[in-house]
């Protein structure tokens, strides 16, 4: 599971890149999904945090269900895969 996890964040990103120079329209989708991702995360999140408030229940213990939550797994590996895939095109593009 570890090297699928450490092999999916290489390539994914090399493979959205390679996606991203063979279709234009990806470029829109990619970042579409990213804004999507964002919203997910960030709402489940301070959702999360207000509900541990509300119910004035111990912040470390509780906040931590959060990570059974697949909206907030599922975004936040989109959202550090897009960023991987910005950080190569942004250095593709220095280099040109």
């Known amino acids: 599971m570890r090297i699928m996890l450490v092999s999916g964040s290489i390539i994914l990103p090399i493979v959205m890149l390679y996606l991203h120079k063979r279709?234009?329209?990806?470029?829109?989708?990619?970042n579409?999904?990213?804004?999507?991702?964002?919203l997910i995360f960030g709402n489940v999140t301070s959702l999360s945090?207000?509900?541990?408030?509300?119910?004035?229940?111990?912040f470390m213990t509780s906040i931590h269900?959060?990570?059974?939550n697949p909206f907030f797994l599922i975004s936040g590996a989109y959202i550090g895969i897009y960023v991987l895939y910005r950080?190569?095109?942004l250095t593709m593009?220095?280099?040109q």
């Open 93 to 95: 593009e220095e280099q």
């Open 65 to 68: 269900a959060i990570l059974l």
């Open 32 to 38: 579409y999904v990213a804004i999507l991702a964002t």
């Open 23 to 30: 279709w234009l329209r990806l470029r829109n989708i990619f």
């Open 87 to 89: 950080l190569l095109l």
């Open 49 to 58: 945090i207000y509900k541990v408030l509300i119910d004035k229940t111990v």
